[in-house]
């Protein structure tokens, strides 16, 4: 305890010194915290990403984008023996399918605008399982109830709210399709208005409906967790081989990201690590200087009784005091400064080509929705689908990485603090065994 | 044993770029408990050399030291740290107290390294002995002048109630008038205190004070003088 207190004492007993020390570690540690706050901020959008990428994939038709059931025909068979695989969790095939009503022969405009109205994305989708929407997401149940196991392959459907409401439906009323009269157990919203003015049918009640028997035009693949991705992508396509195309929702984009993150990680821990040795070399030159000049006092000390022990908790200690007051002054120095210069330079991070590339805004996304809506009869779907086919988990990665914010946090100063610690100890280390090696008859001669 | 301190054939040898330097040649003193003991010589002629090596702050090339019956040439670095801070005080020629710590602390010092408690009580009665006045008890080193500084350094070799006190030139540094208050002080202590004093110094006036005077030449002692009755 005593030589705790006098550890602490001695640290201000050239204040001049004490000052320069601590303003050439608190600038070393701030910087060191810099790197830290951004590895972090780093961190976390790697994590969003991560997360709002998924660990679903999707089998698809060989050479589709995915989409309106283009290129080949997908046979259910394909799924044959898939669920054994122990990554996966769960595998949905759906039935996407864009409808358009037959124009009544009087046709002008009215005849065009009752057509657009009853235009619909349908979803066949497997009881019990989540009201997939094209294009990424989900659709809750608002109103009524969802599909039974029982419903597969009846005349039930459940109805996006939006395309409820523009043609006077409610749960109950029933909704032509194909001639084919369905009944509306069902209200749906989703978090698009895509989502609002699809129409969702049972998987085999779809199957029987667009003449898909043994057919999907797409599966969903969930797997247990993101590490289990790849490999399973890479079991699938050897199971699978020539029958379709496996493709994560976005692996490519999850890919490019996450590369130039590593890039910035890699160097923002070089930069830590630097900062580090800095301050570690300032603390150590500094404790050097410090037993070199008391060397007739430490003999003293010897000579009056201070064991070893006490001698290196006293010089531990002033060393840790010196590294903690540089960590102080980084600290504030972080918080006035290099708070700042990290969130400038994880904006500049986050706006590189190489993020960006490829990933969708969501205002491009609802711009393609738009278009999709109001897009009127020519090639009314072509094109789009390829573009909502990645635009989702593209669309939410983009907006995570536009708000990055790097600040200081309770974790970043228990960080900073061990840092310090381990600074202080190992800085003050050698010097203080330097310190312990003198021997009391030699230092204390030179009267 | 009732010699506070035995050397017995203690040799010293220092070797400097291949010549060898023999600091002590075959030494043999006995110094009884309880008694104010002087060192006096030529410079060189190995006095502290000597002293260091009964307060085993240094170790002998050859030959045995006994202080209060310890073999001190057989103890590991530990034990002699230990039976160090246990039995002998050490005073310097230039009172060597730490700069940052007020006197009254100093004298705590070496009652800190020895875990006792109490040490603010200890502390201030060593002082007293000392006979360093009170209101001084909270100056620094730098504020304290060479005699008052001595007496701290006194008190702070007191403070753990050691048996041997070992004073290399304690006087050296200041004006006789002082100097022979600090040597009527150490010799005080040895009466009422019943330590045994051992000092070097270069005056002969201040040997002639002392009950047993060593006199050192070219690491040899030439010659001892008790003035015991
Ligand atoms: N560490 C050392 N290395 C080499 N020689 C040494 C060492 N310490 C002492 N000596 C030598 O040993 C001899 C005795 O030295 P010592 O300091 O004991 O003399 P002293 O009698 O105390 O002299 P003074 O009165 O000047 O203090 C000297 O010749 C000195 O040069
Ligand atoms: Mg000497």
Redesign the interface.
């Known amino acids: 305890m005593h030589n705790l207190r006098r550890g602490f004492r001695n640290v201000w007993r050239s204040k001049v010194r004490t000052a320069i020390v601590a303003l050439l570690v608190g600038l070393a540690l701030s910087l060191g915290v810099t790197m830290m706050a951004l590895d972090s901020a780093v961190a976390d959008q790697l994590a969003g990403v991560e997360a709002s990428v998924g660990t679903e994939l999707e089998i698809r038709p060989v050479g589709s984008f995915g989409g309106f059931g283009r290129g080949e025909p997908l046979f259910m068979d394909v799924l044959n023996g898939l669920e054994d695989m122990p990554t996966i969790v769960e595998i949905s095939p759906v039935i996407v399918y864009q409808y358009m009503p037959k124009m009544s022969g009087l046709g002008g405009r009215e005849a065009i605008e009752e057509v657009m109205r009853q235009r619909m994305a349908v979803m066949g989708i497997v009881p019990e399982q989540p009201l997939r929407v094209f294009g990424g997401g989900v659709a809750e149940l608002t109103e009524g109830r969802l599909f039974t196991p029982e419903d597969n392959g009846s005349l039930v459907v459940i109805v996006g709210t939006e395309y409820a409401e523009q043609n006077d439906l409610v749960v109950g009323s029933m909704l032509l399709l194909d001639e084919t009269e369905y009944e509306i157990i069902g209200l749906a919203e989703g978090e698009h208005r895509f989502a609002n003015s699809t129409v969702f049918l049972p998987f085999q009640t779809a199957q029987l409906a667009f003449a898909m028997e043994d057919q999907m035009t797409q599966a969903y693949v969930t797997v247990d967790m993101l590490p289990n991705v790849e490999p399973t992508i890479a079991m699938l396509r050897d199971a699978i081989g020539e029958q379709a195309d496996v493709v994560s929702q976005a692996e490519a984009t999850l890919e490019r990201v996450a590369q130039s993150m590593d890039m910035v990680r890699g160097t923002t821990s070089v930069g830590l690590w630097l900062a580090i040795a800095t301050g570690g070399l300032v603390i150590f030159f500094t404790m050097l200087l410090t037993v070199r000049e008391r060397q007739k006092e430490i003999g003293v000390l010897k000579a009056i009784g201070s064991s070893n022990g006490d001698l290196l908790v006293g010089f531990a200690w002033e060393s840790v005091v010196l590294s903690v007051v540089g960590a102080v002054v980084g600290i504030i120095l972080f918080v006035t400064v290099g708070q700042f210069l990290a969130s400038r330079l994880m904006a500049n991070i986050v706006s590189t080509p190489a993020v960006t590339q490829g990933v969708v805004t969501p205002g491009a996304v609802e711009g393609v929705v738009g278009q999709i809506r109001g897009g009127g009869g020519r090639g009314l779907f072509s094109g789009a689908g390829s573009i909502a086919g990645f635009s989702m988990a593209g669309g939410s990665i983009s907006s995570q990485l536009g708000d990055v914010a790097v600040n200081f946090s309770a974790g970043l100063l228990a960080r900073l603090l061990a840092v310090a610690l381990g600074l202080g100890l190992l800085g003050g280390l050698l010097p203080a065994l330097y310190a312990l090696r003198l021997r009391p008859a030699e230092v204390l001669r030179n009267e | 044993m009732n010699n506070a301190i035995e050397l017995k054939n203690v040799s010293k040898l220092y070797s400097v770029k291949g010549n060898i330097v023999e600091a002590l040649q075959k030494v043999d003193l006995s110094i009884p408990s309880a008694v104010f003991a002087s060192i006096v010589g030529p410079s060189g002629s190995g006095k ?1 050399t000597m002293l ?1 090596i009964m ?1 085993g ?2 170790r002998p090339s050859k030959g045995e030291i006994y202080l209060a019956g310890q073999p001190f040439h057989k103890l590991s670095e ?1 034990e002699l ?2 039976h ?3 039995l002998i ?2 005073v ?3 009172y ?1 107290l ?4 007020s006197a009254i602390e100093n004298v705590e ?2 009652l ?3 875990r006792s408690g109490n040490t603010r009580q200890r502390a201030l009665a060593c002082l007293e002995m000392a006979e360093l006045p009170t209101s001084r008890h909270k100056h620094r080193p730098n504020q304290l002048s060479g005699g008052e500084q001595q007496r701290v350094a006194i008190a ?2 007191l403070a ?1 109630d050691p048996a041997v006190i070992l004073a290399d030139e304690p006087t050296g540094n200041l004006d006789s008038k002082t100097g022979n208050q600090i040597i009527a002080l150490l010799k005080r202590l040895t009466e009422q205190e019943k330590k045994t004093v051992v000092i070097i110094t270069h005056s002969p006036s201040i040997a002639v004070e002392t009950m047993l005077t060593a006199e050192m030449l070219d690491g040899t002692i030439d010659r001892t003088v008790n003035r015991q009755k």
Not at chain 2, 98 to 101: G, R, S, V, Y
Request: hydrophobic share 40%; glycine share 6%.
């Open positions: 502290t260091n307060g702050l240094d530990t740290v230990a160090r801070r246990r005080g050490f310097f020629q230039s060597n730490i700069p940052n710590l010092l070496p800190e390294f020895a702070r070799a753990n």
